[in-house]
């Protein structure tokens, strides 16, 4: 009798709360500033998600996707999901990811300080009046120091919870099956959440308890907005866009806190940022556990893990190891968007190249691809 392989376990079935993924392939948000100048995304993005979807990853996740037009916005030709006309634009989208059989689910992306392209306000605000760290990134149009914020008064804060819950409203409007709060590397949410950018001295600032409030009280008020069914995740991270080696100081002490009041606010699923390639090193907390595991640990909730989880060997063993539920693939999906079928078919990978974090070129490729259809999707599809 021949032996029989079994799948990669990356290909078995995948669920987050009430929805079944083909797979447990999703594809990580990724930021491309290829909206319109007013937010709307375009037809080429439109191509560059349906892309995800035909190549077979089970859950699509969109790139950070601004709440409001005060201060959430944190890049030019950064997409929003605040007017009828994103609506409308982003509904083709979702059309278009469950033509191919996939699941969509739109991050919602408040920049907080880390704003420098932001054409509603003149100024940013965070939780505290404290400079960021680092200088902003001229691969999305920034240069030199990180403007001062200012301190978010209370109503400021209602303000940006309410943008919150408005945005998701909209994305289930738009046909979204889920939305994900963005509440890592560096952005408002986690400003609040880390000690050295938030000073505050009322009930959002001190212990750690006190912190995560921000990103608790936005799941709790985008879960009574839209109701028990409706997909709500939350993305954490400990590394920054503007502080990679961060960790939280109470390692797992400070994560078993934040994950449970996630939790009990109401999400569906936790999704934990790159920890870096040599992830399960740089994953690790205090007595050996993950990150990822610790989350499922406290909270009994699908984790998702992320970090060079295009490498086989290593998206087998987090699964099988039971650090994580789902993985998010970033670079390896942009230079391999077919990544499912070609894991199933045992077709190697094409290797990633830094020319493809143009946004506008991997948008052309993606539209290319479409026109010319490859063996192996034909292949694949059989």
């Not at 944190?74 to 009828?84: A, D, F, L």
């Not at 990150?291 to 290593?314: Q, W």
Request: hydrophobic letters at 40%; aromatic letters at 6%.
């Amino acid at each position: 009798m021949d032996n029989v392989v079994a799948p990669h376990p990356a290909l078995r079935e995948g669920r987050i709360g009430g929805l079944v993924l083909a797979n447990r392939l999703a594809v990580s948000p990724m930021t491309r500033v290829s909206a319109e100048p007013d937010g709307t995304p375009t037809a080429e993005m439109a191509d560059y998600y349906a892309e995800f979807a035909e190549g077979g990853f089970g859950l699509v996740l969109t790139e950070g996707t601004y709440t409001d037009a005060a201060y959430a916005q944190g890049y030019h030709n950064q997409p929003g999901i605040v007017t009828r006309r994103h609506v409308e634009a982003w509904r083709e989208i979702t059309g278009r990811v469950h033509a191919a059989g996939s699941v969509a689910v739109l991050q919602l992306m408040h920049a907080g300080a880390l704003s420098q392209g932001n054409p509603h306000r003149s100024g940013t605000a965070g939780p505290s009046a404290v400079p960021p760290r680092g200088e902003m990134m001229p691969e999305y149009g920034g240069s030199g120091p990180w403007p001062l914020p200012a301190a978010m008064t209370r109503a400021d804060i209602a303000e940006a919870v309410a943008g919150f819950v408005s945005s998701a409203e909209n994305a289930r409007e738009a046909g979204f099956d889920g939305v994900e709060v963005h509440g890592a590397n560096g952005y408002l949410i986690d400003q609040f959440l880390t000690g050295y950018t938030n000073l505050r001295d009322d009930f959002y600032g001190g212990p750690v308890g006190n912190r995560v409030r921000l990103a608790a009280e936005v799941v709790g008020a985008i879960r009574a907005a839209v109701g028990p069914d409706f997909c709500v995740g939350i993305r954490l991270s400990q590394g920054k866009v503007n502080d990679h080696g961060h960790r939280w100081p109470g390692g797992a002490h400070d994560a078993e806190i934040i994950f449970a009041a996630l939790a009990e606010a109401g999400a569906t699923y936790i999704h934990i940022a790159s920890e870096g390639r040599d992830w399960i090193e740089t994953a690790r907390l205090d007595g050996g556990v993950t990150i990822t595991g610790l989350a499922r640990r406290v909270t009994g909730l699908p984790v998702i893990a992320n970090g060079g989880m295009h490498d086989s060997a290593r998206a087998a063993q987090v699964l099988a190891d039971g650090h994580a539920d789902l993985l998010s693939v970033g670079r390896g999906a942009l230079a391999n968007p077919d990544l499912p079928r070609r894991l199933r078919a045992g077709v190697p990978l094409e290797e990633y190249d830094h020319r493809i974090l143009d946004p506008m070129a991997t948008l052309a490729n993606a539209r290319s691809r479409r026109r010319a259809a490859t063996p192996l999707g034909a292949r694949a599809g059989a």
